[in-house]
């Protein structure tokens, strides 16, 4: 019985030098290597995407946009949903805004400026101001300056910016 008492102890104190050793040698590297994760971490924006994340998550995965576009009578709203995925809701709004005009839509009198098939490129707001970036197919709207007014009123109604400027092939277009 004294044998198999001391091989606990030596079997314990094995271990918790092992433990100790581990600790002593991994604290330091992990010290060492924290600004290169830190700046890698940064750098992949992961903070960003958890936190876009974790907004829509809380959205319950649909969000309801109000884009303004234009009718028989004059201007009109229109409710549109949305699944914002990994976006800001800058984006979705833009995406909500550039889909095709619904069947229900356009029954009821709606019409939209933009011209159907132009896509978002990228998009920021500074400042107060959105900065747009469309595809080219946004020159063959009807009228780019109605065109942007829907793009304008859209943004400022759902996320009250109070400038836009469209750019087009890294040219501005359009700046309201």
């Known amino acids: 019985m004294g044998k198999n008492g001391r091989e606990k102890k030596s079997s314990f104190r094995y271990l918790l030098v092992l433990y100790i050793t581990l600790f002593v040698i991994s604290i330091p590297l992990l010290i060492l290597s924290f600004p290169s994760l830190k700046s890698s ?5 992961l903070i960003e995407h958890y936190s876009l994340w974790k907004s829509n998550e809380e959205e319950k995965e649909r969000k309801e946009v ?14 549109r949903i949305i699944h914002p995925g990994l976006r800001d809701s800058l ?14 839509e356009k029954e009821a009198g709606l019409i939209s400026e933009i011209k159907e098939g132009v896509t978002l490129k990228g998009a920021t707001i500074q400042d107060n ?5 469309l595809s080219s197919d946004f020159l063959l709207s ?12 859209t943004l400022s109604k759902n996320l009250f910016t109070e400038g836009l400027v469209v750019i087009v ?3 501005v277009v359009v700046r309201m």
Not at 41 to 45: D, F, G, S
Not at 72 to 78: D, T, V
Not at 129 to 133: D, E, G, H, W, Y
């Open 91 to 104: 984006h979705y709004t833009l995406e909500a805004l550039l889909l095709p005009l619904s069947k229900e």
């Open 41 to 45: 971490i940064h750098n992949t924006n």
């Open 129 to 133: 101001i959105a900065f747009v970036s």
């Open 169 to 171: 092939d890294d040219e």
């Open 66 to 79: 109000t884009v303004i576009l234009e009718s028989i009578n004059g201007e009109a709203e229109s409710n």
């Open 142 to 153: 009807d009228d780019i300056y109605k065109a942007a007014c829907e793009i304008h009123k």
